[in-house]
């Protein structure tokens, strides 16, 4: 297995301007995670889905921010319109089963807003 | 909300060395997530615990659930070693309970 897929690796953007960040979680597993990694704040959790569907967004922080997940095998964070405070580095990871299962993280998305 | 404080923030250790780090938490949890960050970002599961301790190669894990505190050990320290862990607590049965330690940079020189 591929393990978990994110793309871009890498986004430059300009304030103001839409990012949409993209994951592809490991086939098979029903819980995906979004989180955002600063050096201010370490890492925190954004939102979570379980078998597509979402449970807990109170980690997102604004209105800006939107998640989906269509169907098993894809994800996607939005922010629109990005300022340069959402420079972050973005994580997806994924499980299977329990809660207290491991969870499989991707390499993750460094976004840069100007 | 839990308060997640892991000690120390950074550790310099020489290759060999015995490694302990601290992870203590506020409120109890269901589980404890032990995290290691590479230095080219990477994020890799180290331990899932709940009870006593685990072990996996020269990393050892221990949580104490009454005394609301984890440790994570390194035995025989090497440079690949070198990175950042990262306690996470999971509070009550689901994931969103999930609240991370703000990591300890660790760095083996040999």
């Known amino acids: 297995d591929a393990g978990v897929i994110q793309s871009p690796r890498h986004e430059v953007t300009e304030m103001g301007q839409e990012v949409t960040l993209r994951c592809k979680p490991i086939?098979?597993?029903?819980?995906l995670f979004w989180y955002r990694q600063t050096m201010m704040r370490g890492l925190e959790l954004l939102i979570y889905?379980?078998?597509?569907?979402?449970?807990?967004d109170s980690g997102m922080p604004e209105d800006r921010f939107s998640a989906k997940m269509p169907n098993a095998s894809f994800s996607t964070l939005k922010i629109q319109p990005s300022e340069p405070r959402d420079s972050a580095v973005y994580f997806c990871?994924?499980?299977?089963?329990?809660?207290?299962?491991?969870?499989?993280f991707g390499p993750g998305t460094r976004l840069t807003v100007l | 909300k839990n308060e997640v404080e892991q000690s120390p923030q950074n550790l310099t250790a020489q290759e060999g060395e015995f490694i302990t780090i601290n992870c203590s938490y506020s409120?109890?949890?269901?589980?404890l997530h032990w995290l290691q960050q590479h230095p080219g970002g990477g994020i890799v599961s180290l331990f899932m615990?709940?009870?006593g301790k685990k072990k996996h190669g020269r990393l050892i894990a221990t949580i104490n659930i009454q005394e609301k505190h984890s440790s994570l050990h390194i035995t025989a320290s090497h440079p690949r070693d070198s990175a950042v862990y990262i306690c996470?607590?999971?509070?009550?049965?689901?994931?969103?309970?999930?609240?991370f330690g703000k990591g300890t940079h660790l760095i083996i020189q040999p």
């Open positions: 990871a994924s499980l299977a089963g329990s809660a207290h299962n491991e969870q499989f």
């Open positions: 086939s098979g597993h029903n819980s």
């Open positions: 889905f379980n078998n597509n569907v979402p449970i807990d």
């Open positions: 409120v109890g949890i269901s589980a």
């Open positions: 615990l709940s009870s």
């Open positions: 996470a607590a999971l509070s009550g049965g689901g994931a969103d309970g999930l609240t």
